[in-house]
Structure formats: C-alpha cells, structure tokens
C-alpha cells in the first residue's frame, strides 16, 4: 500500500471519477462513504500492486489461499478481480 496517499483523492477511471482512500486509514475510508452516500454495508474495493499486498488484506483459509495463489500466479499482473473476506487490517464493521 502507499503511504503517502492522501486521506481521500478523486481520480480519472476509465469513464468516470473516481473518489478513493488509503483502504488501511478509517477515517479517510469513511469520507468515502460520506462523500458517496454509500451505506456502510455496501463494500467498497481495495486495488493493490502484488498477490502479496492483497494476500495481507484477505482472511483466507487453507482451501482459499491455494486457489488465490493458483489463480494469482496464472493471471497476475493482469485485469483480476478477488472477492474474499477482509483481514483484521481492514477498518470496518467485518462479518
């Protein structure tokens, strides 16, 4: 993760802005939510750089993280999207 992101930043995607936030900072992530109007149960998503930065932000069980590495090592770097539960690092109501 980048340190020196802002708490909250608007970003060019590929057709709209974006509103995004260091994913690790809670405060800044319910800005997000604020600025949004977005409920707090509806997830926000977390973009990382390495199948190690999101393996930190994933709870995985043992069967999990065997298809995430399969999966990671056969498409990463590439467009890849994994959806699992969050690790304790992420602020947030959980499961």
Do not use: C, Q
């Amino acid at each position: 993760m980048v340190d020196s992101v802002p708490a909250a930043f608007a970003a060019l995607a590929e057709t709209v802005f974006g509103l995004g936030a260091n994913a690790l900072d809670e405060s800044a992530v319910l800005r997000v939510f604020e600025y949004k109007g977005r409920p707090l149960t509806d997830p926000l998503i977390v973009h990382v750089l390495t199948p190690a930065e999101a393996r930190v932000l994933l709870k995985l069980d043992d069967e999990a993280a065997k298809l995430f590495d399969a999966l990671a090592a056969a498409f990463w770097p590439g467009p890849l999207t994994l959806v699992g539960p969050a690790a304790d690092v992420i602020p947030g109501p959980g499961e």
